[in-house]
């Protein structure tokens, strides 16, 4: 806790902290000895800096960037070249905002813990690709798999283990996915489901079995397990 004072405080008093809060642009002579008392900016003079430019960004997310050039070498920014460079930080600005409306999009489709597709992501798939599979004639397979007794380790070994289970587990059946036109996500609590787009039912069986042999090979403890070797998964398969 005491660390992150001192790193919040550090932050607080930081360069780039009172660009995105006070001053929207910054110009400073380094080549003169002056750092303006920010240890970041004295380190780039000690770095041989010469000159230092800091501008902030528009933003209309929850972060706020800041654009930090600084010249070196006995080179100063003229008065034209900062323009310049102010211009150029609005077409930065569009380019961020269209970046963190991306990312954001793409993080309302993933799980946080294990990074996996969420509910909806999953949702969305199977719908696309049953139309895809009716319309094209080809077969469609899903596989619904549950951790066995997953409760006990929570409750016998901590929720913070029992997330890394979660973690483990997402990464051992992602590595078993047999082309692109497969995925796999996280349902939601301990339960996944595999979407295998143009795979019958005898080649999804076998990826299944591939998928709970990993999980029971990995051998990660478990409280209780159900054969004394460790957490194990049940599957469902539909064709």
């Known amino acids: 806790l005491e660390f992150r004072r001192v790193l919040f405080r550090s932050h607080l008093g930081s360069m780039l902290h009172h660009i995105a809060t006070r001053a929207p642009i910054v110009r400073l002579p380094l080549g003169d000895g002056e750092s303006g008392g920010f240890a970041y900016l004295e380190e780039l003079r000690q770095q041989g800096g010469t000159d230092y430019l800091g501008l902030r960004l528009s933003s209309r997310g929850v972060s706020t960037p800041v654009v930090s050039i600084c010249l070196r070498g006995q080179r100063w920014f003229s008065a034209g070249q900062v323009e310049r460079i102010d211009v150029l930080s609005n077409l930065l600005s569009l380019l961020f905002h269209a970046f963190e409306c991306e990312r954001a999009s793409r ?21 696309a690709e049953a139309t895809a599979a009716a319309t094209a004639g080809k077969p469609l397979a899903l596989v619904l798999i549950d951790i066995d007794r997953f409760k006990l380790v929570n409750d016998c070994l901590g929720h913070a283990y029992g997330d890394t289970c979660l973690s483990r587990v997402a990464a051992l059946l992602h590595q078993q996915l047999p082309h692109a036109g497969s995925m796999v996500a996280r349902l939601g609590g301990e339960e996944f489901g595999v979407v295998l787009a143009d795979t019958a039912a005898a080649e999804a069986a076998v990826i299944a079995e591939q998928m709970r042999r990993a999980v029971a090979e990995a051998a990660i403890d478990h409280p209780a397990p159900v054969d004394s070797g460790g957490l194990t998964v049940s599957l469902g398969l539909a064709s």
Not at 107 to 127: H, K, Y
């Open 107 to 127: 993080l309302a489709l993933l799980d946080p813990l294990t990074e996996l597709p969420n509910r909806r992501s999953f949702d969305s798939r199977i719908r």
